[in-house]
């Protein structure tokens, strides 16, 4: 079983900055392409960012400059950190992962985390 497990969600003002993780667990198992989307009230769920396992990375073009997605590989781990955030940017966030587990067999699907809140007040 594999699970992904975001933090650093929370409540911030206007113009504030948050960083965001989410951590893969289990065993047997590899990461290539991870992202983060977000979902507000009444809203389809949209692409943020994503990264691929070489590090290659694809943005909402609104959130070019003020967002940056990271990985660390050794701690199966995405990151998002957002500056300059704005009330529009509140929303549920969610990440995401390609994950091939090995054990009983190969099998390659996408897993999402639980999503955690990020409220922006004006």
């Known amino acids: 079983q594999v699970q992904l497990v975001e933090s650093g969600g929370g409540l911030v003002q206007a113009g504030g900055s948050l960083r965001l993780s989410c951590a893969a667990s289990?065993?047997?198992?590899?990461?290539?392409?991870m992202g983060w989307y977000r979902q507000a009230p009444g809203n389809q769920r949209e692409l943020v960012a994503t990264i691929n396992s070489s590090g290659s990375t694809n943005y909402a073009d609104s959130l070019k400059g003020r967002f940056t997605i990271s990985r660390d590989n050794a701690k199966s781990t995405v990151y998002l950190q957002m500056n300059s955030l704005k009330p529009e940017d509140t929303a549920v966030y969610y990440c995401n992962a390609v994950i091939t587990v090995y054990n009983p067999y190969y099998l390659t699907k996408t897993y999402w985390g639980q999503g955690t809140q990020v409220t922006v007040s004006s």
């Open positions: 289990g065993t047997s198992f590899s990461i290539s392409a």
